[in-house]
């Protein structure tokens, strides 16, 4: 799709230059506004250090991990199914995630974290599957439509969770978990986000394989891959990530697809070589709206999912009007 | 011959067909059994459908047959029953037109963002005025003012991204969709901050449910139904041929852009009266149309788009019948019907293996 698709490939070579430290160093920055952001403050407040180690610190962490995580997916989607509007969130996969944490919520309503996560990373998973097989069977005019798609398969399943929900009277809640949101991410809540630092490492190692299916399924196979395995082995990592972190923050709309779509824009496709900036750009569009989301209505907080959706929108829309003027 | 079994006041469009049909020689069936089965299930329909309507107006209703009271409650009745052929019509005739002008058969115009802008309309009448407010909010001019916002925002999106010179039918869909994601996340928002009695109110509005149609709304929302149904049926022969597809249809000498930009519009405004009228349904017309193209067998409009506003029709008044009295939960109607739409939906796009 992109013009600069292999503009140069000894960018692989370099994995880390210059920029990339300086990039490193402006989001570490962001973290740091981020963690000494908030009205209860951690330093003149008496017990400011122990609110700052239970509620600051987890949230950072929480900002990076989801952040990196939901980028990686995104940006593993569009490489397995060539297309670039698609993400968790424009397939249906994040409302299969929100049914399966609805799932388990009704047949074990005091189930731990970690069953609720189990729940929602089973579901998610036959999700992207259904997505896939759907994608293989169904032959497409336009990459358009392939988001259309997803998004009535996604408008299904939640179609499914709201009745669900109706009838056990979740429905409430259904909608404020589903808004992502990092207002309640503390110690103790959100330790098994670290599971997704093993997707992080996961995709980092199979950046190259990934790039060649990247390709199309006869040119992956051409050249020695096993496609069917890694297409297993990518939506698993897309479903435990889609899964954990919809369980632990919630949605993040877009943030998947417009990440990947940035760095490729400035940088072009190479995979391994992207791979550093998809992490920090997803960390440091996570934060950005975190921090609009804690202080545009301060002493109150918005779900960041607003912020996310609603500058989402935009640059998805901004990526359609763009596309449409290239004519493809 | 058939022309007497439509009656008129449930299937007033059916009648010109068979005046037309009779001195065609290719007809739009292949077969002449096809059109025979046509005008079996028509007939069916038609029974079942008016079967079903006096099942809702008289079943269980107290007073004797005939009576002064007996004909009050029917009225009351009515309101509903009206509401229902209402829906049915705009949302049957809104989703073939769609379906064709976009040239995909597995769309319906309702993912266009008209229900985000439903329910971000009565989500922020709540927020900002209290349950108090939502109800104060329920009168003619509320509803002409969505009909109005809906209507407009359709047409900023159509005149903007269909009259370029690299107009992308799909392009338009998605920018749509988004722009309902967005607001649909501003909704969300604003629904977390409601006390959960406010959001039980609201949440009884934002189900499509026919209780929501009140009386009041008609004198506007038929007109304007009945209008838009006729001229998109009046334009049915332009709708087969836009169904060609762009090239086609302008080898043929249809202005392929400006018919596409009309029947959108018409879509626009029978799909804002619906979701006005009654709130979002958003399977309910791909449901009728799949099931319509299935049973009429055949791609000429004039016999597709009545017999799926009869299905539609059917649809609604026989489920609110068998939830009414049979099982008694008159509330998840339409959440059944999503269900069972959005199910057939995941099984006609894997079955059918293109788009």
Redesign the interface.
Known sequence: MSKTAVRDDRTSRKLFDVKLLLGTAAVVALLGVSIFTGEYSIFSAEDGAQMFANTRIPRTVALILSGAAMAMSGLVMQLLTQNK?VEPSTTGTTEWAGLGLLVVLFFAPNSSILVKMVGAVVFSFVGAM?FF??LR??????S??V???G???G??VS??S??FA?QTNL??NL??W??GSFTSVMVGQYEVLWLVLGVVVAVFFYADRLTVAGLGEEIATNVGLNYQRLLLIGTALIAISTGVVTVVVGSL?FLGLIVPNIVSMIRGDDLRSNLPWVCLTGIAVVTVCDLIARTIISPFE??V??V???V???V??AM??R???N?R | MSANLFTPDAQPLAQKPASVRANRGAGAFSTPKARRNYIIIMVALLMLSALATLGLLAYKNPMPFGSERFWLIAERRASAVTAMGVVALSQAVATVAFQTVTN?R???PS?MGFQSLYTAIHTATIYFFGSAGLIAARNTEMFVFQLVLMVLLSLLLYSW?LT?K?A?M??M???G???G??L???S??M??MLT?SE?DIL?ARLFGSVNNADPEYYPIALPLVLASTLLIYLNSRNLNVLGLGKDVAQNLGVNHRRHSLFMLVLVSILMAVSTALVGPM??LGFLVAILAYQFADTFDHRYVIPMAALIAYMVLTVAYFLMQHVFYAQG?VS??I??VG??V??IV??K????
């Open positions: 509007f259904i097989a759907f069977k169904v032959s497409l005019r336009s358009l439509i988001p259309i798609v998004i009535m398969l408008a299904v179609s499914v709201t009745f109706l429905l409430q909608g404020v589903f808004a709309p918005m779900p999912s607003v996310l959706g609603i989402g929108a935009l998805f829309i359609i009007v596309q449409r003027k004519v | 995909n597995i769309i319906t993912i991204l370029g690299n992308n799909h392009a869909l998605l920018v969709i988004v722009i994601g967005g649909g996340s501003v969300t928002f629904q977390r959960p959001f949440t958003t399977f998840v959440i059944v999503e269900l959005g199910i939906f995941l796009i894997l059918k293996g293109r788009l």
